[in-house]
């Protein structure tokens, strides 16, 4: 069964400082993509990244990082020296291919609450 | 570019009765998804619309349906509304994947619909 499991559920930090927002995922299938979502206080969810299966290359954009390990099934998100704007829900997300070729679903994980103090 | 709208933006309903929330997608997107953000159970995945025809469902009763129209604007109707349907409903919106090895479009999210039923 699919699942995305976000163990923090909240995360209290000081500007600047460094915070990983951990994800690890469950799938049967060989291809699946991977997501994150931020969602500020307004309520809409921002699109970040998508990740798929077969691409374990590490991404880095600006002060934002991701780390995708398959061997422990981790999508890991990482922000350097968070500011506080950056406050808000991240969500991963996961999504399977269905027979058929269109993409099912996406599978949320319960999120993780980032306050950024300053 | 206009991005995904939903209406109305709140709406309040006793229990009992039935709520309509609609959902306008980007232009050129073809897919609606239907999430519901209560509070404490993270987002779960209601219903999915791909040009015209539902696709998928997810673990709600059939008193949460919906529609897409040809212009792909789409419906979530609700009837019989009980207390525990109170949240925030997000609709989502992608274009169609014709590929079937092809890339997996992010959803991109309206700001909601926050439906409290007292």
């Known amino acids: 069964a699919q699942k995305v499991t976000q163990a923090q559920t909240e995360i209290s930090v000081v500007e600047k400082e460094d915070v990983t927002l951990d994800c690890v995922y469950e799938?049967?299938?060989?291809?699946?993509?991977l997501f994150w979502y931020k969602q500020p206080p307004s309520g809409e969810l921002v699109f970040l990244i998508r990740r798929n299966s077969f691409d374990e290359q590490n991404e880095i954009s600006g002060r934002y990082s991701w780390n995708f390990q398959k061997s422990t099934s981790s999508f890991n998100f990482t922000i350097t020296a968070s500011q506080v704007v950056d406050s808000a829900v991240y969500f991963c997300a996961l999504s399977e291919r269905n027979y058929g070729g269109s993409q099912g679903n996406l599978i949320f994980g319960k999120g993780t609450k980032l306050s950024v103090k300053p | 570019e206009a991005g995904v709208t939903q209406s109305p933006t709140h709406l309040i309903k006793t229990r009992g009765q039935q709520a309509t929330l609609r959902c306008s997608p980007i232009s050129g997107h073809t897919s609606v998804y239907w999430y519901q953000q209560a509070l404490g159970l993270g987002l779960q995945f209601l219903l999915w619309?791909?040009?015209?025809?539902?696709?998928n469902r997810g673990n709600f009763p059939p008193r949460f349906s919906g529609r897409q129209f040809p212009n792909y604007s789409s419906e979530l109707n609700v009837n019989a509304l009980e207390l525990e349907d109170s949240a925030l409903y997000l609709c989502?919106?992608?274009?169609?994947?014709?590929?079937?090895?092809?890339?997996?479009?992010?959803?991109?999210f309206g700001n909601g619909t926050r439906l409290t039923v007292t």
């Open positions: 619309y791909d040009e015209g025809e539902e696709r």
């Open positions: 989502a919106t992608k274009p169609h994947d014709r590929d079937r090895w092809g890339v997996n479009s992010p959803l991109h």
């Open positions: 799938t049967r299938d060989t291809t699946y993509y």
